[in-house]
């Protein structure tokens, strides 16, 4: 716990605060890109302690949610075959799909495990040779390097009971999409820095130029957040348009650049659909030719499964930050933790699961929508 | 911001996923499943005012002042032995430190197994053995059971159920609906020891912590606790679904708002550190060996003073209190100065992708 706890020190945060608060002088919309800093924003109540103007919207860097209803299922086609033991990381199992979620599929006697790390579904795909072994690899470019090590590690073991199931999006298209929108309201972004310990922020420079917009690369502790907000907000004042890194403990501009290689070695680059935002050209990461025979959804036959949303869940305009989870019509009556609409709802890091969670309200509040 | 209530007609969701047809693991988790669960399954058909209180365990008057308290646990765990216990010693220390949590002296329990065929036999003694010496830790005695074995591949090895039986002494009060606003919230030490210690057993880390879990019999602490004040208004054993689950509870049942100061909330560093990891916060992971009192403010101190003279709660300390509002919710005072809602969990807690 040592090195977390300085970054958790309330009077240092503090200090940070009132000089964020000395040098606004007027309203600027803030974007934090991932779920994490959602999550510890809310968490550790950090937008209660800002001064009015400064107003964070919550970005789509929630790989969970962004994960389109289709590839749930697709996951939850591949997991009832009898013959399949269906890995995933926990907070899957709890996504709606268009009729179920993987815990009724579990209910129904589907073999559905829950894995820290890919390289145990790998193990587990050597233990159950008679078995075929699916990991449900999604995620950001943070989880990239460890999905593309399983399907390394299979293909050196000369598995051929091994297959992933990739729904992986990338953040600076993202970012792009957001900005490019006619309803973009965002004027700063705070960066994720997980994903740019991995990827670097050379590829954020050029789009800051574009944009003319100030972005900073940021932690997950309070500390952390609020020396981003700060140094965002210190260049929206002076008005200019860099990319800058709070997060030095972790990041480089050219990041991990031997996890790059080996991702670069088994993912291309394709289109991907976000739920509740849809087609990203460019987006995603799908297995190379190479690769393809640890492609789940060509093993298994599942390409050509559609689904449609929910048209009530508004957890698209939400991921955007066009609105903020309280602003929905359902939020905390149709849909909750244990009822959720939409994917924003379903995992730990989503902003409405955030907001439900953290938000000072009481239930009387909450009912009449306040 | 719109008032408008959404239609329930209209179609909402295209899935039954408040899982009402089917059990799922999260119906076991502690969390608002659970509590939906016996809310519209179990207490429809066998409501009666015992029951209906909601608390660990279920108190009857069977003759003029003569009251007893009578608590049934079920335990599956595995595996069936890690560190600092075991299924053995889980069985008797859960069903005494429920019937005790309302107060009662409990007295005697039985016990029921469920053998799983192929079982050895070595093991079934060495757990045997582990519930001796936690009854004769606790002063009780295990005077009836029964034994069932099923076919190899129907159970986990085996599963024990204990029921247990206490007196409780003439005035005594003590429940999940009596947290008066002024009262402080007092835990009787670390939270989240035993869930960690578990899982690390299931070598679910991938890390090793050396952490115990805190398993004991609570009976003696609290007759401790209940010799200097008549001011224990409740008593809960935070199990599943952690400290948050039991004080969500008690905000409800007593209709009052409880806040905790998370900066005096005792973790282990091995317990945040694993939280940390796995994207879980201490508040929900079990406990077996703590309490968590609501007591009136003015024995505050004299409660605390007994409880770090008595065994198992060395670490006792006032964790928040109670106020008015806002009534049934637990709120938390972070480290930063804001305050933020502690829900209970939907279902099973999830580790957290990354």
Same mark, same amino acid.
């Given at each position: 716990?040592?090195?977390?706890?300085?970054?958790?020190?309330?009077?240092?945060?503090?200090?940070?605060?009132?000089?964020?608060?000395?040098?606004?002088?007027?309203?600027?919309?803030?974007?934090?890109?991932?779920?994490?800093?959602?999550?510890?924003?809310?968490?550790?109540?950090?937008?209660?302690?800002?001064?009015?103007?400064?107003?964070?919207?919550?970005?789509?860097?929630?790989?969970?949610?962004?994960?389109?209803?289709?590839?749930?299922?697709?996951?939850?086609?591949?997991?009832?075959?009898?013959?399949?033991?269906?890995?995933?990381?926990?907070?899957?199992?709890?996504?709606?799909?268009?009729?179920?979620?993987?815990?009724?599929?579990?209910?129904?006697?589907?073999?559905?495990?829950?894995?820290?790390?890919?390289?145990?579904?790998?193990?587990?795909?050597?233990?159950?040779?008679?078995?075929?072994?699916?990991?449900?690899?999604?995620?950001?470019?943070?989880?990239?390097?460890?999905?593309?090590?399983?399907?390394?590690?299979?293909?050196?073991?000369?598995?051929?009971?091994?297959?992933?199931?990739?729904?992986?999006?990338?953040?600076?298209?993202?970012?792009?999409?957001?900005?490019?929108?006619?309803?973009?309201?965002?004027?700063?972004?705070?960066?994720?820095?997980?994903?740019?310990?991995?990827?670097?922020?050379?590829?954020?420079?050029?789009?800051?130029?574009?944009?003319?917009?100030?972005?900073?690369?940021?932690?997950? =502790?309070?500390?952390?957040?609020?020396?981003? &907000?700060?140094?965002?907000?210190?260049?929206?004042?002076?008005?200019?348009?860099?990319?800058?890194?709070?997060?030095?403990?972790?990041?480089?501009?050219?990041?991990?650049?031997?996890?790059?290689?080996? &991702?670069?070695?088994?993912?291309?680059?394709?289109?991907?659909?976000?739920?509740?935002?849809?087609?990203?050209?460019?987006?995603?990461?799908?297995?190379?030719?190479?690769?393809?025979?640890?492609?789940?959804?060509?093993?298994?036959? @599942?390409?050509?499964?559609?689904?449609?949303?929910?048209?009530?869940? &508004?957890?698209?305009?939400?991921?955007?930050?066009?609105?903020?989870?309280?602003?929905?019509?359902?939020?905390?009556?149709?849909?909750?933790?244990?009822?959720?609409?939409?994917?924003?709802?379903?995992?730990?890091?989503?902003?409405?699961?955030?907001?439900?969670?953290?938000?000072?309200?009481?239930?009387?509040?909450?009912?009449?929508?306040? | 911001?719109?008032?408008?209530?959404?239609?329930? =007609?209209?179609?909402?969701?295209?899935?039954?996923?408040?899982?009402?047809?089917?059990?799922?693991?999260?119906?076991?988790?502690?969390?608002? %499943?659970?509590?939906?669960?016996?809310?519209?399954?179990?207490?429809?058909?066998?409501?009666?005012?015992?029951?209906?209180?909601? $608390? $660990?365990?279920?108190?009857?008057?069977?003759?003029?002042?003569?009251?007893?308290?009578?608590?049934?646990?079920?335990?599956?765990?595995?595996?069936?032995?890690?560190?600092?216990?075991?299924?053995?010693?889980?069985?008797?220390?859960?069903?005494?430190?429920?019937?005790?949590?309302?107060?009662?002296?409990?007295?005697?329990?039985?016990?029921?197994?469920? +053998?799983?065929?192929?079982?050895?036999?070595?093991?079934?003694?060495?757990?045997?053995?582990? %519930?001796?010496?936690?009854?004769?830790?606790?002063?009780?005695?295990?005077?009836?059971?029964?034994?069932?074995?099923?076919?190899?591949?129907?159970?986990?090895?085996?599963?024990?159920?204990?029921?247990? &039986?206490?007196?409780?002494?003439?005035?005594?009060?003590?429940?999940?609906?009596?947290?008066?606003?002024?009262?402080?919230?007092?835990?009787?030490?670390?939270?989240?020891?035993?869930?960690?210690? @578990?899982?690390?057993?299931?070598?679910?880390?991938?890390?090793?912590?050396?952490?115990?879990?805190?398993?004991?019999? +609570?009976?003696?602490?609290?007759?401790?606790?209940?010799?200097?004040?008549?001011?224990?208004?409740?008593?809960? $054993?935070?199990?599943?679904?952690?400290?948050?689950?039991?004080?969500?509870?008690?905000?409800?049942?007593?209709? @009052?708002?409880?806040?905790?100061?998370?900066?005096?909330?005792?973790?282990?560093?091995?317990?945040?550190?694993?939280?940390? %990891?796995?994207?879980?916060?201490?508040?929900?992971?079990?406990?077996?060996?703590?309490?968590?009192?609501?007591?009136?403010?003015?024995?505050?101190?004299?409660?605390?003073?007994?409880?770090?003279?008595?065994?198992?709660?060395? $670490?006792?300390?006032?964790?928040?209190? @109670?106020?008015?509002?806002?009534?049934?919710?637990?709120?938390?005072?972070?480290?930063?100065?804001?305050?933020?809602?502690?829900? +209970?969990?939907?279902?099973? %807690?999830?580790?957290?992708?990354?």
């Amino acid at each position: 716990m040592k090195y977390l706890t300085e970054y958790r020190d309330a009077d240092l945060v503090h200090g940070l605060i009132n000089k964020i608060k000395e040098i606004t002088t007027q309203h600027w919309t803030l974007m934090e890109i991932c779920g994490g800093q959602t999550h510890s924003i809310i968490k550790n109540g950090l937008d209660q302690l800002l001064p009015d103007q400064i107003e964070l919207v919550h970005g789509p860097g929630c790989p969970v949610c962004v994960t389109p209803l289709e590839l749930i299922d697709k996951a939850l086609a591949i997991a009832s075959k009898p013959d399949v033991i269906f890995t995933s990381y926990g907070d899957m199992l709890r996504v709606p799909g268009s009729q179920a979620d993987l815990f009724s599929v579990r209910a129904r006697g589907g073999d559905i495990r829950v894995v820290y790390s890919p390289l145990d579904a790998v193990k587990l795909a050597q233990e159950n040779p008679d078995k075929e072994v699916v990991f449900f690899a999604i995620g950001f470019e943070t989880t990239a390097p460890a999905n593309v090590m399983s399907v390394l590690q299979a293909d050196q073991l000369g598995l051929d009971n091994f297959s992933i199931l990739v729904s992986h999006v990338r953040v600076p298209q993202a970012i792009e999409a957001i900005l490019s929108s006619p309803h973009n309201r965002v004027q700063g972004f705070l960066a994720a820095g997980h994903v740019c310990a991995v990827m670097g922020y050379w590829e954020y420079i050029p789009l800051a130029k574009k944009y003319n917009i100030p972005m900073t690369i940021t932690g997950f =502790e309070p500390l952390d957040i609020a020396q981003g &907000i700060l140094t965002t907000v210190e260049s929206l004042e002076a008005g200019t348009c860099e990319v800058k890194n709070a997060y030095i403990r972790a990041v480089s501009k050219k990041g991990n650049q031997s996890a790059q290689a080996v &991702i670069n070695k088994v993912f291309e680059e394709c289109d991907r659909k976000w739920r509740g935002i849809g087609l990203i050209p460019g987006s995603g990461w799908r297995l190379r030719p190479l690769y393809t025979k640890y492609d789940a959804e060509k093993r298994f036959q @599942v390409e050509t499964i559609q689904a449609e949303e929910s048209p009530l869940c &508004i957890s698209g305009l939400v991921l955007q930050g066009q609105k903020k989870p309280d602003q929905c019509e359902a939020f905390g009556t149709l849909c909750t933790p244990e009822n959720p609409l939409g994917a924003t709802m379903v995992s730990d890091e989503g902003a409405c699961a955030a907001y439900y969670r953290y938000r000072t309200q009481t239930p009387d509040s909450r009912e009449k929508g306040l | 911001m719109t008032n408008k209530t959404p239609s329930v =007609e209209s179609p909402i969701c295209p899935l039954p996923r408040r899982h009402s047809d089917k059990i799922v693991q999260g119906h076991g988790s502690g969390g608002k %499943m659970m509590a939906d669960l016996i809310k519209d399954v179990f207490y429809p058909p066998l409501a009666n005012p015992a029951l209906l209180a909601g $608390d $660990d365990a279920g108190v009857v008057e069977i003759s003029d002042g003569v009251r007893l308290a009578i608590s049934t646990d079920a335990h599956v765990v595995s595996p069936l032995f890690f560190p600092g216990g075991d299924i053995g010693k889980l069985s008797v220390c859960g069903t005494v430190n429920d019937v005790a949590m309302v107060g009662a002296r409990p007295l005697y329990l039985s016990a029921s197994f469920i +053998l799983e065929e192929g079982l050895d036999i070595s093991i079934l003694e060495k757990v045997v053995t582990s %519930m001796k010496e936690a009854a004769d830790e606790a002063e009780v005695q295990i005077i009836c059971g029964d034994t069932k074995v099923v076919a190899h591949g129907e159970a986990d090895g085996l599963y024990i159920s204990t029921t247990g &039986i206490g007196l409780l002494e003439p005035g005594r009060s003590i429940g999940g609906s009596q947290a008066k606003p002024g009262d402080q919230v007092i835990v009787s030490g670390s939270l989240g020891d035993h869930g960690i210690a @578990v899982l690390e057993a299931r070598g679910d880390l991938g890390f090793e912590t050396n952490l115990e879990s805190d398993i004991a019999p +609570l009976n003696h602490l609290i007759r401790a606790m209940l010799s200097v004040s008549d001011k224990v208004h409740v008593l809960r $054993d935070p199990t599943r679904g952690g400290a948050a689950s039991a004080l969500n509870e008690i905000a409800k049942q007593s209709q @009052v708002g409880i806040i905790l100061d998370e900066g005096s909330i005792p973790v282990k560093p091995a317990v945040a550190a694993a939280c940390e %990891m796995l994207g879980f916060d201490p508040l929900y992971i079990a406990n077996e060996g703590k309490l968590i009192a609501v007591v009136g403010s003015e024995d505050a101190p004299r409660i605390l003073e007994k409880m770090r003279q008595t065994r198992y709660g060395e $670490d006792a300390v006032v964790i928040g209190q @109670v106020e008015e509002s806002p009534p049934g919710r637990l709120l938390l005072k972070t480290r930063l100065g804001s305050t933020r809602i502690v829900d +209970l969990l939907a279902g099973e %807690m999830l580790p957290r992708i990354c």
